[in-house]
């Protein structure tokens, strides 16, 4: 009989006879890597040239120096932000360099060593930009101010800032874009790039005989795919082309392709050409794109990808520069390219700070900015970048580079939470009572002489609350002097003395704290009209109409049309057409004004007039029973004569396109700072934000668009009276909060003047 075997010993593997066999698993693991990597290297041989680039230095140098002077609007340097352009460009060249040039020397990639020097080059200088700025906004920026800061520290940490910005401010070219810290979204784009470009370069590493030819068509065909997305993204959501890493792959693999093929592609006989002609191209991009009819980036961003393209394969490794690269290679610029990282990171928050401090900047104060800024940028890498960077001890084990970049993560995190808690209450700790229009008894109406008012060119004016015929404007040169007009009806003038009671009473004016049920509240003034939510208001490079339909299904038509100072009226005119069985449509587009007149921008002044267009033929079209129209004054920098001239001729065409009533509601008062950052800082005196109603009002304007009303026979309304006294234009009503920016009003407060609002559609 044969001898049992323990019932364990029956599954145990018979470990003489498996350990040959794994030791030769391993040797031929070891020797397939061997065989991979010697693969590798033949593949990238004499290829990839890795030496020290002045040019490449310089040309950091003249991005920087363009980014700073367009934000800080010196030299006239108009489209100074295609330096980011140039940036993502010798990046991809600088990163792909540096990785295939590893790749050439060892057959692999280390990501865990390319991930640490990262981290020691980009975190530490961001890092303290970050904290520094949040410390000094707390100084400088309204309590209202600190959470969304907080949001942005929140992005600038976690890599994310161009989804942060791309959703809440939209378009980067707007005003309104003003965050110290919007500059990192670029930051944002390059370190998604960095997380992802390296493992592709590995995963490619499974074809090392191909290795080279496989890279170089995947980064073409990627190129292909960036500009294809850049466009199709363009064309239908053009804010968010702008900001994202899809769209901006393009630029980052131009770059990454010479890395590739090498920069000796351009024969020696028309380097110094190409060179010349890259560097013209560069110059030409930084004025070349103030008003482009174009999404950013585009089409145009061509122009300073390929210049830069042909600076780099211009420059070569010559030892003897030639072409360009003798300015590039100036100490000056030499010097400014070693700083360009901390220069880019101090410029922004300096200015953005220093005019929150001191409001907006003359000359000699945004060149002190950045002198201001050139100078921290020299302390921050002497004493910080430098140190960290060339730090043996980190650069030795990487664990020790990831765990300093983790932390200084999440000291950036902390520093935004505790902006957002540090907040406190945004309330005066007292309740107002909520305002009310009533009407009283009606008075007889008679023929009222009013007296003229200067306007700003010289025209004459009148001043009458209420809903029709308000004001007096020269057609073209006309001048019309102080006029007899008949009065607005009795309800609408007993709801306007109404009105004036509470601004007089009830209100900031009176010195009040900013009430604790003030509606909305500070926190939430920001949130727009319904048909933002809904998706109906264009934007940007979208020229096509998106009419959107409320009220009652089935009934005539009634229309909003206008920007989105017609938008701020929704709330009341859909209440309207509801109690009146109208069909409502809107056809709403931001930053387009009815009146034809021209204004400048990146997009908007070759997108509205054919969206406008569009517009009037719809009304040709659909025939609409009732048509309300509004647009803002303020940010369109007409004088009277222009706005005259160009509503006349939007009114015209209106007038041919439909034969029914047109209400036009001229613009409300404005103010020349955010009014609950504003009252946010002045939470015991809300009057602190009040504005005289000289300065909130343009009677140049208004006294315009009434002539033009008139000339076509459309009702007029002067909504001046709906929100100031005879000197003073408060900016909370009882417990009703006035404007949510500087110009547009809030729901609460549309929803309050409802009562004026019918009563003068009703008189059309």
């Avoid at 990163?95 to 020397?105: D, H, P, Q, V």
């Avoid at 009013?450 to 001048?479: E, L, N, Y």
């Avoid at 089935?554 to 920007?563: E, I, N, S, V, W």
Wanted: proline fraction near 7%; glycine fraction near 8%; include cysteine.
């Amino acid at each position: 009989m044969h001898a049992r075997r323990p019932l364990g010993a029956r599954f145990a593997p018979d470990s003489d006879a498996a350990a040959p066999r794994q030791r030769r698993q391993r040797r031929d693991i070891r020797a397939a890597r061997r065989d991979t990597r010697a693969a590798v290297r033949r593949s990238l041989a004499g290829r990839i040239d890795t030496g020290f680039r002045p040019d490449i230095e310089g040309l950091r140098a003249v991005a920087v120096v363009a980014v700073v002077l367009y934000h800080t609007r010196l030299l006239g340097v108009r489209s100074g932000f295609v330096g980011v352009d140039v940036f993502f460009v010798l990046s991809g060249f600088l990163i792909t360099r540096l990785l295939l040039g590893e790749a050439a020397r060892t057959g692999t990639i280390a990501l865990p060593e390319f991930w640490a020097r990262r981290a020691r080059r980009l975190l530490p200088a961001a890092a303290l930009t970050v904290v520094a700025t949040v410390l000094v906004a707390r100084r400088v920026l309204p309590p209202l101010a600190m959470p969304t800061l907080a949001d942005d520290t929140f992005g600038a940490a976690t890599f994310t800032s161009n989804f942060v910005f791309g959703n809440r401010v939209g378009d980067y070219f707007a005003p309104t874009s003003t965050s110290p810290l919007l500059h990192f979204w670029s930051l944002a784009v390059e370190e998604q790039f960095y997380l992802l470009w390296p493992p592709l370069l590995v995963l490619m590493m499974r074809r090392p005989r191909q290795y080279r030819r496989l890279v170089l068509l995947v980064t073409v065909a990627l190129i292909a795919i960036g500009f294809a997305t850049s466009l199709a993204l363009g064309a239908a959501h053009s804010t968010w082309a702008f900001w994202l890493l899809p769209t901006r792959m393009g630029e980052l693999l131009a770059g990454a392709a010479i890395a590739i093929v090498g920069p000796r592609i351009v024969d020696r006989r028309i380097r110094v050409g190409v060179g010349w002609a890259g560097a013209l191209g560069i110059v030409m991009s930084c004025f070349a794109f103030a008003g482009v009819p174009t999404s950013w980036p585009g089409l145009g961003v061509l122009l300073p990808v390929v210049a830069t393209v042909a600076v780099i394969v211009a420059g070569g490794s010559s030892k003897r520069p030639v072409g360009p690269a003798v300015v590039l290679g100036l100490p000056a610029l030499q010097w400014i390219g070693r700083h360009s990282y901390a220069l880019y990171l101090w410029h922004w928050p300096a200015y953005v700070l220093a005019e929150a401090q001191w409001g907006p900047l003359s000359v000699v104060q945004r060149c002190a900015v950045v002198a201001g800024s050139v100078a921290l940028s020299a302390l921050s890498v002497r004493l910080v970048e430098d140190p960290i960077r060339h730090s043996r001890r980190l650069a030795a084990v990487p664990a020790r580079s990831l765990g300093l970049g983790a932390a200084l993560v999440l000291v950036v995190a902390l520093v935004g939470w505790n902006a957002r808690s540090s907040v406190g209450r945004l309330d005066g700790g007292v309740e107002a009572a909520a305002p009310q229009l009533i009407p009283a008894t009606p008075v007889a109406g008679t023929p009222t002489s009013v007296a003229a008012v200067p306007a700003a060119d010289g025209a004459s004016t009148t001043s009458v609350p209420g809903a029709t015929s308000t004001s007096v404007a020269p057609t073209s040169t006309t001048v019309a002097a102080a006029v007899e007009i008949e009065p607005p009806s009795a309800a609408v003038a007993q709801l306007v003395a109404s009105g004036q009671h509470a601004l007089r009473n009830n209100s900031s004016a009176g010195g009040a704290a900013v009430p604790s049920n003030l509606q909305p509240s500070l926190g939430d003034a920001t949130q727009r009209s319904k048909p933002y939510q809904d998706g109906c208001v264009n934007v940007a490079i979208n020229d096509s109409l998106q009419p959107c339909e409320y009220g009652v299904a089935g009934g005539p038509t009634m229309l909003l049309f206008g920007d989105s100072h017609a938008a701020q009226w929704f709330e009341p005119i859909e209440r309207y057409a509801l109690q009146h069985g109208y069909r409502l449509v809107v056809l709403l587009k931001m930053g387009c004004p009815v009146a034809d007149v021209d204004f400048s921008g990146q997009v908007l002044p070759y997108t509205c007039p054919p969206w406008r267009d569009r517009a009037i033929a719809w009304m040709t079209e659909h025939q609409p029973a009732l048509v309300v129209v509004s647009n803002s004054y303020v940010q369109y920098d007409s004088d009277a004569e222009e706005w005259a001239a160009g509503s006349d001729a939007t009114y015209g065409r209106i007038a041919d396109a439909v034969d029914a009533p047109v209400v036009v509601f001229g613009d409300n008062p404005a103010s020349p700072v955010e009014v609950p950052v504003c009252l946010s800082g002045n939470l015991d005196d809300a009057s602190a934000c009040d504005v005289s109603r000289d300065e909130a009002t343009r009677r140049d304007l208004i006294a315009a668009e009434y002539a033009a009303a008139q000339a076509h026979s459309f009702t007029f309304v002067d909504t001046t009276e709906w929100f100031c006294t005879d000197d003073n234009c408060p900016v909370i009503v009882g417990n009703i909060l006035v404007l949510r920016d500087e110009t547009h009003i809030t729901a609460p407060m549309a929803l309050y003047l409802q009562p004026l609002v019918d009563a003068a559609i009703a008189a059309a």
